[in-house]
T-cell receptor, first 113, second 112 residues
Framework: EAQVTQNPRYLITVTGKKLTVTCSQN?????MSWYRQDPGLGLRQIYY???????DKGDVPEGYKVSRKEKRNFPLILESPSPNQTSLYFC????????????FGSGTRLTVV | DAKTTQPNSMESNEEEPVHLPCNHS???????IHWYRQLPSQGPEYVIH???SNVNNRMASLAIAEDRKSSTLILHRATLRDAAVYYC?????????????FGKGTRLSVIA
């Protein structure tokens, strides 16, 4: 089944403790991205990648890092999480271009205390 | 990408058709019209997209006005599982991989 897989689904952590949220897709998509969703603010893009070793900032990149060493994986790294990064995170992938839809993962609910 | 306008909420009875409108009066000739939906506690889900002609797939139909300034997502028989927030998004052919910009969407309630 074509899908985007995120792990973990739920995570509670403490301020300053480095964490990684993994994202993997099995569709050979070139484009991958990370979004966060907050009440009243909607979905906002954090980072995106157009291909292996090519990444760029989205609208809200502060406090996050990403890497794209393989086509299928696009992990989101929080080096020093803070409470304002408590949010619902979604990974998405697409073949690229306006004539294709995106496939989203099921989400990771992160709480930073 | 050009702006879209959708009603905040709509209600439908189960097993009846639902027409979800979207206005995009500033659409350009190269903008694709995309629809996504987000069910409670899930990630957004691609529904359908089109450029000029009406489109059908297993989930829904997309009717595009002749002047392309509005479109309608049609769910032929609403089920309880269709209760979600529906987003209408324009994507420029020249936008490359700029992000999907989600507005507030239309919250669809389905009544049994």
């Amino acid at each position: 089944e074509a899908q985007v897989t995120q792990n973990p689904r739920y995570l509670i952590t403490v301020t300053g403790k480095k964490l990684t949220v993994t994202c993997s897709q099995n569709m050979n998509h070139e484009y991958m991205s990370w979004y966060r969703q907050d009440p009243g603010l909607g979905l906002r893009q954090i980072y995106y990648s157009m291909n292996v070793e090519v990444t760029d900032k989205g609208d809200v990149p502060e406090g996050y890092k990403v890497s794209r060493k393989e086509k299928r994986n696009f992990p989101l790294i929080l080096e020093s999480p803070s409470p304002n990064q408590t949010s619902l995170y979604f990974c998405a992938s697409s073949p690229g271009g306006a004539d294709y839809g995106y496939t989203f993962g099921s989400g990771t609910r992160l709480t930073v205390v | 990408d050009a702006k879209t306008t959708q009603p905040n909420s709509m209600e439908s009875n189960e097993e009846e058709p639902v027409h979800l409108p979207c206005n995009h009066s500033t659409i350009s000739g190269t903008d694709y019209i995309h629809w996504y939906r987000q069910l409670p506690s899930q990630g957004p889900e691609y529904v359908i997209h089109g450029l000029t002609s009406n489109v059908n797939n297993r989930m829904a139909s997309l009717a595009i006005a002749e002047d392309r300034k509005s479109s309608t997502l049609i769910l032929h028989r609403a089920t309880l599982r269709d209760a979600a927030v529906y987003y209408c998004i324009l994507r420029s052919h020249y936008s490359g991989n700029t992000p999907l910009v989600f507005g507030k969407g239309t919250r669809l309630s389905v009544i049994a």
